[in-house]
């Protein structure tokens, strides 16, 4: 009975060093890409907030008295759909600019990476 079974393996197992040179620059790109994709996702995310946010601006302001001017509907909270809606674009925008700054973040990170392994590779 020369069966492998489920406690005994059949081929040996290796286990690949984590202290090999190619395998840090390889995980650290593979992060930069990662934080890319949410830094992406993040920006389009803040873009559909602070559009919903500007169409219920849009919506409350036109539902509100005609007399209601800015500061009326922001200062003494006439309209408070249209404070909310502000709130949301605000919500939106910050978002969107923390996006923006994990998207470049990560790309110069995957740039200087990438230099790193051209130099280790010149020498």
Do not use: N
Request: glycine content about 6%.
């Amino acid at each position: 009975m020369d069966q492998p079974s489920v406690m005994k393996p059949s081929k040996a197992v290796t286990l690949h060093h984590v202290s090999s040179p190619a395998r840090p620059l390889e995980l650290e790109q593979a992060r930069a890409e990662s934080r890319q994709r949410k830094g992406k996702a993040l920006v389009i995310a803040g873009w559909v907030f602070a559009l919903v946010g500007v169409v219920l601006y849009c919506v409350a302001t036109f539902a509100a008295d005609p007399e209601a001017d800015l500061a009326a509907i922001v200062l003494t909270g006439a309209v408070p759909s249209a404070r909310a809606a502000l709130v949301i674009i605000a919500c939106g925008t910050v978002i969107w600019i923390a996006g923006s700054i994990m998207h470049l973040g990560a790309g110069l990170d995957a740039a200087e990476t990438c230099a790193h392994d051209q130099r280790r590779q010149e020498t």
